[in-house]
């Protein structure tokens, strides 16, 4: 099973002193949330992550190899990106937008053939796009288009995701589909990890926590830990009021 | 749309022999029409080798290698344009928005004002192209960050100042030369020595790009989306920048800048097919042929024994069909 692990990782950006080197590993199974206020370097971190963007120091490794030596088809083929903002300059489908998650499997002289038309469908099945299958992309809204990024993630099936506000323009319903689809993953040996900006579903469906500090601070372990309201209000710099429900805490912007 | 059409490759086979059948008969008709009309039964004696001895310069010496040129060229032009349009990730791209044309323009101006003979101002456009897409290459290449936005931009304001030259060139030359050099500009097959060259450079492309087809899909999508499905971006957006340019260089030295193929034909086709790259490349190499050499057989017909720039036949004609699809369209 494969683990992503960082050594003494320090993210790239431009202008912000090194901060805290990170040493995280995120094992099958785990379900890793990604906190911090507005350009903490949540993104950036996924994008190091997925070895798109070189890290200022360390480095990344999956399944016990740094991202370089594994080369970028072996990596794509064990790690998936859900991005938070898509392109579509140019016309496609719901379902080839899908079925494009089978690429890192496929050589240049291979058609995409039944068995990957399969899971591609299934992936959309697995999150209510069926009946879109056809549509273009520009004429979906925000939460669809969303939910097809998932899509392409999920016929790419990788053994670690890293999702990058997965939740993003989703109603209620779909953002609990959504979790409940990456808790899947993980049930099944994933490692996930996710950005998020929704205390409350990190709350109740992440096992591990990673807070981003704007000044490049930063602190990760088990979530029960790292859920402590003092904490979690300097982080964002809002106080908040928290209460149980249904023996989870909630927090609540407090005016 | 139907799925079966966009995904597998049996479908994908219709249109691409229709667009076959039609650069045929665009072949078939530019061999037949001209100052003297030839009926069909007496082409085809010319094509096994029979027939009449006019019939047979006429066909075999003047129109064929012309109209081979035109189809060469057209393919080239749409094809580039089709790469140029992944590799900016901008629809609106054509094979000359990098400043290629301009480059080619300013040397092939700069040769003819200089008077010197066919050979030599063919020879200057493909210099000034190359030398175009070598200084674009250099300063996009810039100490930053390299984006699709920044070659973009490069391209532009080099054409921007390349048409600057060519300005001044015009308001220079004689006035007894300036016919030959705006017939350079809108374009014109009689420069045209031999097909071959855009013929071959044509068919390598297309076989160096067909295998490309899925990964410039991806490309497509977006330089992160496709680097995190695997592919080597920017290796394969150097490949598309060299070989857009070559294939452009190619085209205008064989026939000044012919405008609004390269741009046209892939939307067009994109309008129709979809953006499935393994389509739309064949696709536009035959639809871009198809397009010149019925344009170039309108320039030499038209107004004969008069000729006129082919460019100002491709946008007369594409300009109406192209609003009319994109009327039409979703």
């Known amino acids: 099973m494969d683990a992503l692990e960082t050594h003494r990782l320090v993210i790239d950006i431009p202008g912000r002193a090194a901060g805290r080197p990170l040493d995280l590993r995120v094992s099958p199974g785990e379900r890793w949330g990604v906190l911090g206020p507005n350009g903490a370097g949540k993104t950036t971190l996924l994008h190091t992550l997925a070895g798109l963007r070189a890290p200022r120091a360390g480095e990344v490794r999956l399944a016990g190899l740094p991202l370089a030596r594994l080369g970028r088809r072996a990596v794509a083929r064990r790690l998936g990106m859900v991005f938070q903002t898509s392109h579509d300059d140019f016309p496609a489908t719901v379902l080839e937008t899908a079925l494009i998650g089978r690429h890192p499997f496929l050589s240049p002289w291979h058609q995409e053939g039944p068995e990957d038309l399969a899971l591609a469908e299934a992936a959309l099945a697995r999150l209510d796009l069926t009946h879109l299958a056809d549509r273009e992309l520009s004429t979906l809204s925000g939460g669809e288009r969303q939910r097809v990024s998932l899509a392409t993630v999920l016929t790419q099936s990788p053994q670690t995701w890293l999702a990058d506000e997965p939740t993003n323009h989703l109603d209620l319903h779909h953002q609990v589909a959504i979790m409940d689809l990456l808790a899947e993953q993980a049930a099944q040996g994933s490692g996930v990890m996710m950005c998020l900006h929704d205390l409350n579903l990190a709350a109740r469906w992440c096992d591990h926590l990673l807070l981003l500090y704007p000044d490049g601070e930063a602190c990760w372990g088990p979530a029960e830990v790292m859920l402590v309201p003092t904490v979690l209000e300097r982080l964002y710099g809002q106080p908040l009021t928290t209460a149980m429900v249904d023996g989870a805490p909630v927090f609540v912007p407090r005016r | ?330």
């Not at chain 2, 020879?123 to 936005?149: D, E, K, Q, R, Y």
């Not at chain 2, 992160?224 to 150097?238: D, I, Y």
């Not at chain 2, 309008?271 to 389509?279: A, C, H, I, K």
Request: a positive charge; aromatic letters at 6%; zero cysteines.
């Open chain 2, 1 to 330: 749309m139907i799925v079966a059409s966009r995904v597998g490759h049996g479908p994908r086979l219709a249109p691409l022999a229709l667009l076959a059948l039609a650069a045929l008969l665009a072949l078939g008709l530019s061999l037949a029409l001209g100052s003297v009309s030839i009926p069909f039964e007496a082409l085809l004696e010319v094509l096994n080798g029979e027939g009449e001895a006019l019939h047979r310069t006429l066909v075999l010496e003047l129109r064929l290698p012309r109209a081979l040129a035109a189809f060469g060229t057209g393919a080239l032009l749409a094809l580039s344009g089709a790469l140029m349009q992944v590799l900016l990730r901008n629809p609106l791209a054509d094979p000359y928005v990098l400043g290629l044309s301009g480059g080619a323009a300013v040397a092939a101006l700069a040769a003819m004002l200089a008077g010197l003979g066919a050979t030599l101002v063919a020879g200057a456009a493909f210099g000034g192209a190359l030398a175009s897409m070598l200084i674009v290459f250099g300063l996009a290449h810039g100490t930053g960050s390299w984006t699709p936005t920044r070659l973009l931009l490069t391209g532009v304001v080099m054409a921007a100042g390349w048409g600057a030259l060519i300005t001044l060139l015009l308001a220079i030359s004689p006035v007894e030369r300036l016919p030959g050099m705006l017939y350079w500009l809108m374009g014109d097959m009689a420069y045209a020595a031999s097909p071959w060259p855009v013929l071959a450079v044509a068919a390598v492309s297309l076989v160096v790009m067909l295998p490309l087809g899925r990964t410039l899909n991806v490309l497509a999508r977006g330089g992160l989306q496709a680097m995190a499905l695997g592919v080597a971006v920017r290796p394969l957006e150097w490949t598309l920048y060299l070989l857009a340019s070559l294939m452009t260089a190619v085209a205008v030295t064989t026939a000044g800048s012919i405008g609004f193929v390269g741009l046209m034909v892939p939307h067009m086709l994109r309008l129709r097919l979809g953006n499935d790259q393994r389509l739309i490349l064949p696709a536009s190499l035959l639809a871009g042929g198809t397009l010149l050499t019925l344009a170039d057989t309108l320039a030499r017909t038209l107004i004969a024994p008069q000729q006129l720039p082919v460019g100002v036949i491709t946008a007369l004609l594409g300009v109406p069909s192209f609003l009319y699809l994109l009327y039409r369209s979703r």
